[in-house]
């Protein structure tokens, strides 16, 4: 195929919920351009974006998937994203490297979670955004009322270029606002062109003007010509159209229908005239790097968003072209690493389908096979050309679960699929939990940990069992406690000799020395788990060797990691030796350390401890109809409601949940609002259980303690 200057490329990502047909307007897209002589369907599986066996299974994108088009001597990049929350790392990464979001609305749903996701993402990369509504042919679309709920949510820059004349059964009419014409679908790839009907002119005139207005209002210059001219001549609305787009200030609404194949002329031709450049957008670099232009007569770099190890494509890493002209067996630095990387073979993608081409210039998409050590989000550039691109931010886990073999003996094999699915995929985070004992998966909810495990075992050829995760809880004190401990061993020759007595009670910050006792030194240590221990010498006539203290702190640190309730980490407590005694011949650390563990046990047991259970934070977003649903079931789950937010259509629930709870909430969430809502959560604080969640948690540790004797 040719190559393309930067002039003549467009980088589009397709964004919005599941099933509001981004795969089928891709499929349509690609078919107006003439790069497929058949459109596929998702019901057949023969989609060009939609390979994947699992996403036939599912008969809906779990992966983004690039294409291209050639048309009008413009090579438009497609990537076309899944709608679920679930898979938003995969609309994100292609989102960070496209120049224009298409936000494809189902006109029957109107916004959905997966569309305000790309909605939202859209508008923080500060991308220019195009809106089609889809799906016009259905009886029970509402064009007006969707459009008026996207204007709620990125107000009056929201505009409307085209409206169905006749949605519904039978839909084949739109009526084009800038041309103000009418254009009927009559099934020929070409529409026919007719003039306004009587019932329209005054509506089409009013929204003509607004739009007029709007692009004039982007440009001083065109402003002042309006004002004069009381218009402005085609020229100049391209003009101030694109720059308007650039800007953010219009975000054109046109109308599609992808199974009967209406509106995809007007929207092609619209990105090929309009939609910027790469060379027209800016390009975002970290803090500290030199800027970059896509420029391709500048050193070459290269930005990588996705990779991919697929029994069709192999492994594969996909890079935007960020300068200069790409060309194959090219030598480049990682920014990140430092180390070097060879470009072998150079890729265009098509779905499934990769072709092979000899040189690449900045701003195009493509891929390359068979790098060192090259991940998701670095940069390669030419020597001298010390540039590091700005990294996709992926959202934090949803959900997590614990991970097993389900066969013995392939816990490696476990460990290396899971870390090879976390390089394709960030927003997997993989935990090999010491303070657990259990590798914990994070994902972004009940669908992405079942995306996960089938790829396990059909990419990976390993069965992996997911089984609850448990809780980090932690242990504490309420009260003041004390007492000594004596441990004597005599085995022939020297015994083990040492007697310890000991105070606990809760650490705060500026708490005073402990009463009556006279303080010889005090040392505070913030634990690698969090919170405080204070350790304080309070031996007094030398009936304690100072040479001793360092195992007594040994031996409580030792039992801090095992607590006495649950097997926990213990915190906040303040431990103060105060008087003990040691032998001349059988006194040795050893003895000393066992000593401070058995009586800092056997005081913790005393001094009213209790079990702390992390506490997350939660924000849920969920559609006014499930407000009372949402609200209902978060007492049941030990969630206290902090307020109530609107946004639109939708209500932000603020509340506060134990992690036990959160683990349990995607899938509840889910079937509660079809799927129609989401939730963020992020660590809060450390809470005491109630009291008969802490009883149900000291007897399962006993039970567990007996079962492993």
């Known amino acids: 195929m040719k190559v393309y200057e930067p002039k003549n490329i467009r980088n589009i990502a397709l964004v919005g919920h599941a099933g509001s047909g981004k795969t089928s307007i891709a499929e349509a897209m690609l078919f107006h351009a003439g790069s497929i002589s058949r459109r596929g369907t998702v019901e057949d599986n023969n989609t060009v974006s939609d390979f994947n066996e699992l996403e036939h299974e599912k008969s809906s994108s779990v992966f983004s998937s690039i294409m291209f088009a050639e048309y009008n001597n413009t090579k438009i990049n497609i990537i076309d994203t899944p709608g679920y929350d679930d898979y938003i790392g995969e609309m994100i990464a292609p989102m960070h490297v496209c120049d224009t979001a298409v936000v494809v609305v189902n006109s029957v749903n109107g ?254 998409i493509g891929s390359t096979v068979k790098l060192k050590s090259t991940n998701v989000n670095d940069t390669l550039h030419e020597k001298n050309f010390n540039v590091t691109f700005q990294k996709i ?96 061993k005599q085995s022939g020759g020297a015994g083990q000799f040492a007697e310890v007595h000991m105070m606990v009670e809760p650490w705060y910050e500026n708490l005073p020395n402990p009463d009556g006792m006279s303080v010889r030194g005090k040392d505070l240590y913030d634990l690698d788990w969090g919170g405080k221990l204070e350790f304080v010498n309070c031996i007094v006539g030398g009936v304690i060797d100072q040479r001793f203290m360092p195992a007594i702190l040994k031996g409580v640190m030792e039992k801090m990691q095992e607590g006495p309730l649950t097997g926990s980490y213990v915190r906040d407590i303040r431990v103060a030796i105060y008087d003990g005694k040691m032998h001349p011949v059988d006194s040795n650390e050893a003895a000393f350390k066992t000593a401070g563990m058995m009586v800092f046990k056997d005081n913790f047991t005393q001094a009213s401890p209790k079990i702390l259970e992390p506490i997350y934070d939660i924000e849920v ?22 307020g109530i937010d609107s946004e639109g259509k939708y209500q932000k629930i603020k509340a506060r949940m134990p992690l036990a709870e959160v683990d349990k909430y995607s899938q509840a969430l889910r079937s509660m609002t079809q799927a129609r809502a989401t939730f963020t959560s992020a660590f809060s604080e450390y809470q005491a259980v109630p009291p008969n969640v802490q009883i149900e948690l000291m007897e399962a540790y006993k039970k567990q303690q007996s079962d492993d004797e």
């Open 621 to 642: 977003k969920v559609p006014e109809d499930y407000v009372g649903d949402v609200m209902s079931d978060l007492p049941s789950r030990r969630g206290v409601i902090l």
């Open 111 to 364: 916004l959905e979670v997966g569309t305000e996701n790309g909605m939202t993402y859209a508008a923080k990369s500060n991308k220019p955004t195009i809106f089609l509504l889809n799906k016009l042919d259905i009886e029970q679309s509402k064009f007006d009322s969707v459009v008026e709920d996207i204007k709620a949510q990125v107000g009056n820059s929201a505009t409307i270029f085209q409206y169905p004349l006749n949605a519904g059964a039978g839909f084949n009419t739109v009526i084009d606002i800038l041309s103000m014409k009418a254009v009927k679908y009559t099934g020929s790839t070409e529409p026919e062109i007719l003039d306004l009907p009587a019932t329209e002119v005054e509506r089409v005139e009013t929204l003509r003007n607004e739009l007029i207005e709007s692009i004039a209002e982007s440009d001083e210059d065109l402003m002042n010509q309006y004002f004069e001219e009381g218009s402005l001549t085609d020229e100049q609305i391209a003009k101030g159209l694109k720059k308007a787009l650039i800007a953010r200030e219009i975000m054109p609404i046109f109308c599609v229908c992808s199974k009967n194949f209406i509106g995809f002329k007007y929207v092609m031709d619209f990105i090929v005239k309009e939609v910027p450049t790469p060379s027209e957008m800016p390009v975002a670099v970290e803090e500290g790097s030199i800027k970059v232009d896509s420029d391709p007569s500048a050193k070459v770099s290269l930005f990588f968003f996705k990779m991919v190890s697929d029994p069709r494509l192999g492994d594969m890493t996909f890079f935007k072209v960020m300068s200069g002209k790409l060309h194959s067996g090219i030598d480049l630095v990682n920014a990140d690493r430092g180390s070097s990387e060879r470009i072998g073979q150079v890729f265009v993608i098509n779905g499934k389908k990769r072709d092979e081409v000899s040189e690449m210039l900045a701003g195009d």
């Open 393 to 488: 931010e992926y959202p934090n886990p949803k959900v997590r679960t614990a991970v097993v073999p389900k066969t013995k003996g392939e816990e490696e094999k476990v460990g290396m699929g899971l870390h090879a699915l976390h390089a394709e995929d960030p927003t997997i985070v993989i935990e090999h939990s010491q303070e657990l004992r259990q590798t914990i998966v994070f994902a972004q909810g009940e669908l992405h940990l079942g995306v996960i495990k089938w790829r396990l075992e059909n990419r990976y050829k390993v069965e992996a069992v997911f089984i609850e995760p448990r809780v980090p809880y932690r242990e504490t004190i309420q009260k003041k406690a004390q007492g000594s401990y004596r441990h004597k």
